[in-house]
């Protein structure tokens, strides 16, 4: 089983729709959740961290976690065509203390 | 201003080669990273150093040395390249973990290729 695995996608949304991309871990001491955005030959830059149960938004950004299902999400709201990119989930704490484990990534396509 | 840099940002080599990266930051974090990302674009940690103190070693092979000659610069030096080396490498930094992992920034990458 992976340690952090995500739907590797590409996931196609519509101009204007809600985007949501998911995410499941396997190590129940993970503390901290962050969600990058790599764009094609970039490197990652942070979207959001959550460390608590529930919902946390950010302008188009909600990232809601369930640590009990070991389950973390990202919904992109009004998608943008400039929100392509391929979103990184990852996780530390637990046997990841003092580092990010990441997921493979899923692609993200938002078309106009 | 660049918060991490890295340098090169292309290195083209030879199998067999010694090659070094160099890395910088000046947002006064304690702790740096080295990252690797393969060709499916998996992220993987490699080395993690706190202080110039070496604190995460994965399963890297010993070809592979970093050093830390202050907390502000982390460099990878690596030995006998190989085809399988190929990859993009990123260095990063943060404050040190706590309870929580504090965000990490990462460098603009150095994308290697072996020949």
């Known amino acids: 089983q992976k340690e952090v695995e995500q739907n590797s996608g590409p996931l196609s949304v519509p101009e204007g729709a809600i985007a949501s991309l998911n995410c499941t871990y396997s190590d129940r001491g993970s503390q901290s959740f962050f969600w990058y955005r790599q764009y094609s030959g970039k490197s990652p830059e942070l979207i959001m961290f959550i460390y608590s149960n529930g919902d946390k938004e950010d302008g188009r950004f909600t990232a809601q976690l369930n640590k009990a299902s070991q389950y973390v999400s990202l919904l992109i709201r009004d998608s943008q065509p400039s929100d392509s990119a391929t979103y990184l989930c990852a996780v530390s704490g637990g046997t990841s203390y003092g580092k990010l484990t990441f997921g493979q990534g899923t692609i993200l396509t938002v078309h106009p | 201003d660049t918060a991490v840099s890295q340098t090169p940002k292309y290195l083209v080599t030879q199998m067999g080669n010694d090659k070094s990266i160099k890395c910088e930051q000046n947002l006064g974090h304690d702790t740096m990273y080295w990252y690797k990302q393969d060709s499916k674009k998996f992220l993987k940690i490699m080395f993690s150093?706190?202080?110039?103190?070496?604190?995460i070693n994965e399963t890297v092979p010993n070809r592979f040395s970093p050093k830390s000659p202050d907390k502000a610069h982390l460099n990878l030096h690596i030995n006998s390249l190989e085809l399988g080396d190929s990859a993009v490498y990123f260095c990063?930094?943060?404050?040190?973990?706590?309870?929580?992992?504090?965000?990490?920034?990462f460098g603009p990458g150095t994308r290697l290729l072996v020949l």
């Open positions: 990063a930094s943060s404050p040190p973990t706590t309870v929580y992992q504090e965000t990490q920034y």
């Open positions: 150093y706190n202080n110039k103190e070496l604190i």
